[in-house]
């Protein structure tokens, strides 16, 4: 039972009432009572004395204690519903206060401060509440998206950082429930998220992440030519050492492209270099492995496939030339290692030992058929060979054929170069420490070196050959070794120079001059002063008199170059 305001009325409250009423009702008995009898009676008449005037009925008093009682309850009532009202408005309070503080709220604020911040281009005050928003909420896209925005804007640097975190967020959150379910309504917004990565990252970073986002979004075609895109660049960085990871890259791009022909004329360039690179270092099974599995995207798959045969075929040429090569090194190799030439050397006593026993074999060899066809189809910087295989970055001894000089055409229309072979050490791919190199001038006549390298060229202590073997005129045939300080490929400080005859020889010839980095003055003073009595050969100057020590020996040797000239080992 309620009361007129609706509040319960207990039993007791209800025992209490219905005692008041009984008592009321009793005394209003009491005084009605007497005031009925007395009207129904007729009263005796008494002689002149006037009837007593009936007293003034009271109503009677309620009893105190009761008074209060009823008075107490009243109030009891009033105390309790001000209770209720309080408590009910404490809880509203509350409720507010837990609404207001909902994570959808917090972040609806943060984000709406960080769009107030960037409108005024407090950016980095932005990305402040752009990041708590995303620590807050890691589903929200626009938190998300307007944090890598505001880095943008604030030229931070932290860009890239930002994104990532954005996404180990978001797997997290996966691994946390289990799943990650993006709401339809909020694809749009987070594709929009992960093609920012393109204008932050490229190549493997960016496919990546675009990957992770095509996956977490259920695979929206937006995403789909920013992939082939980022998959395409990965594999057009990677180096063809990797050209399985290239080709992996470049399936993808064709795979995510809904325009294959535009990345199939893209896809053919990229892998005609990578084939050409394999060619290089004459891996012709993986070359061929290549052709086949981007034939169709070719435009001559045939033409790439014999270029390839062709380039093995020569491969094979190249092996069986630089395999002599190594072999007619290696004996006087062997002998002289461990040995520095500057203590081989004698100044009365040229090195022509190697020369009657070495360099003759390499005249042979020179002038093969072998070594014409390679020279004519010089595909690379150097052709290089090793018995134990020479790979990119090798460390040992091996040999090579190197071109110098301009190329030229032949009458037959190919196209060649100037060449020479070289053997000796290599360190990390490059010639480095003792090393020897062979020219051959024509049937009878070579230039050949040995000594000091270092990066690839000669840097040391060296010695330069000139042969003439079987010349026409028998005082023009002779042998004659140079040896000094190189610098660079180039002769540098003293150096000295020891020839001999063919018609006498067991007569050496010396004689010396300076270079600086290959550059030598002539000598001073009038040539007759040195026994030239010929004149010198017009755009020639005269360097050096090599002359005999025997006393009473009047023969002389002059040493011409060019006017031009720089002196160095010949090659560069």
Known sequence: MTDVNGNDITEEVMEENKAVEAEAEAVAEEVAEPVTEAAEETPAPVEEEK???????????????????????????????????????????????????????????????????????????????????????????????????????ASNGEEGEDLKKVITGL????????????????????????????????GREDAEILEKGYEMLNNPSELK???????YEWGEAVTAENYTEACDSFDKALAFSDNAETYKAQVNEQVLGIIESLKTADEY????????????????????????????????????????????????????????????????????????????????????????????????????????????????????????????????????????????????????????????????????FEGEWKNDLPN???????????????????????????????ENGDMTSIALLNEHPDTYFKGSYKAENGAVNPVEGDPINYGIVDPIPEGYKLIAVLASADAGYDYIIPVYVLNDATLGVVGW
């Open 225 to 231: 030519p920013a992939l082939a895109n980022a998959y």
């Open 285 to 448: 099974d993986k070359a061929y492995e290549v052709l086949n599995r981007y034939a169709s995207v070719m435009n001559d798959a045939e033409a790439v496939k014999t270029g390839i045969a062709e380039a093995e075929a020569l491969y094979g040429i190249k092996v069986e030339l630089l395999s002599e090569v190594y072999a007619a090194f290696s004996p006087y190799y062997e002998s002289v290692k461990g040995t520095p030439l500057k203590e081989r050397v004698k100044e009365d006593t040229p090195l022509f030992g190697m020369i009657a026993e070495n360099w003759e074999k390499m005249l042979m060899i020179d002038g093969s058929e072998k070594a014409d066809t390679l020279a004519f189809s010089f595909a690379a910087d150097a052709y290089t060979y090793a018995p134990e295989g020479f790979k990119e970055g090798f460390t040992g001894v091996g040999c090579g054929l190197y071109p110098y000089g301009d190329r030229f055409t032949r009458e037959d229309g190919t196209e060649g170069t100037g060449y020479y072979f070289y053997f000796g050490e290599y360190k990390n791919g490059v010639r480095d420490g003792y090393g020897m190199i062979f020219i051959k001038a024509d049937v009878s006549s070579y230039m050949a």
């Open 51 to 153: 009837p007593a005037k009936p007293k003034k009925t009271k109503k009677p008093r309620q009893k105190k204690e009761k008074t209060p009682l009823a008075y107490n309850r009243e109030i009891v009532v009033s105390d309790r519903w001000n209770n209720i009202i309080l408590i009910a408005l404490v809880l509203m309070i509350i409720v507010g206060v837990m609404i207001y503080f909902l994570p959808v709220n917090r972040v609806k604020r943060l984000i709406k401060k960080g769009n107030e911040a960037y409108a005024v281009e407090k950016y980095e005050d932005a990305c402040k509440y752009y990041e708590k928003a995303v620590i807050t909420d890691v589903l929200n896209p626009f938190a998300a998206k307007n944090l890598i925005s505001a880095d943008m804007a």
């Open 460 to 490: 040391g202590f060296g010695a330069s050959y000139e042969c003439d073997m079987y010349s026409y005129t028998s005082l023009a045939a002779y042998r004659r070794v140079t040896f000094g300080e190189y610098k660079d490929g180039y």
């Open 171 to 202: 797997e997290g959150y996966k691994e946390r429930k289990g799943e990650l379910v993006i709401a339809d309504e909020n694809v749009p917004a987070w594709t929009d998220f992960f093609l920012l990565s393109p204008e932050i990252f490229n």
